[in-house]
Each structure stands twice: as C-alpha cells, then as structure tokens.
Nanobody, 122 residues
Framework: QVQLVESGGGLVQAGGSLRLSCAASGRTFSSYVMAWFRQAPGKEREFVATISWSGGSTAYADSVKGRFTISRDNAKNTVYLQMNNLKPEDTAVYYC???????????????WGQGTQVTVSS
C-alpha cells in the first residue's frame, strides 16, 4: 500500500478556487491509479475524479465536470485537484485514494488519505 497525505483545503466563497494536493510515499507512485472522493455531512462518500497511471486518462463525476481538473506529477509523487467555480454544495471532506486498477468505486481503492475539509460559503 501507499501512504497518502492531503493538503490544500480551506474556506472559500462561492465562485472561488482551491487546489488540493495529495502526496504519496513510496517509489511506485506511477503504478497507482489515483482518485479523489468526497463526503458531505450526512451523506455517503462519493466519487469526484480519477486519473490513470500516466495521467493520460481522466474521468469526472457529472457534478464537477467542467469545473474540477485532476492531474498528477509522478516525479513529485503528487496528485492534484484544481477546483474552480466552487459552489456551496461542494462543501465536504475530500479524500485522496490509490489503487493498482482503474475504478470509480470507493470499494475498489485500498489506500486512503485522512481527508481535507473544503467549505464553500454562499
């Protein structure tokens, strides 16, 4: 497994932007498919975005498509989530996840970070 640490969360007004980072330990970061999930209060954790091993393929939840961008830097063992035009409904704890195979289901991801809070005020 890989160890994951998220950062970059915070409080932002609606329409604003934030960039989340997820730093991974280990020398095999490029072997992992990476993803972001989020969990709002009282709701189940949901898929946000995923990126392939090389970064050449990405996928997004419909709710964030066109506003969020996932990217990775394998030389820095880091995956990013650029969030633009944030809305109050984006308020959640955002989690970074890693696994060896592509998936959009949280059940398939074996490594998780501790989460970072994103709060969007109206």
């Amino acid at each position: 497994q890989v160890q994951l640490v998220e950062s970059g969360g915070g409080l932002v007004q609606a329409g604003g932007s934030l960039r989340l980072s997820c730093a991974a330990s280990g020398r095999t970061f490029s072997s992992y498919v990476m993803a972001w999930f989020r969990q709002a209060p009282g709701k189940e954790r949901e898929f946000v975005a995923t990126i392939s091993w090389s970064g050449g393929s990405t996928a997004y939840a419909d709710s964030v498509k066109g506003r969020f961008t996932i990217s990775r830097d394998n030389a820095k063992n880091t995956v990013y989530l650029q969030m633009n035009n944030l809305k109050p409904e984006d308020t959640a704890v955002y989690y970074c996840a890693a696994d060896l195979s592509p998936s959009v289901s949280q059940r398939d991801f074996g490594s998780w970070g501790q989460g970072t809070q994103v709060t969007v005020s109206s």
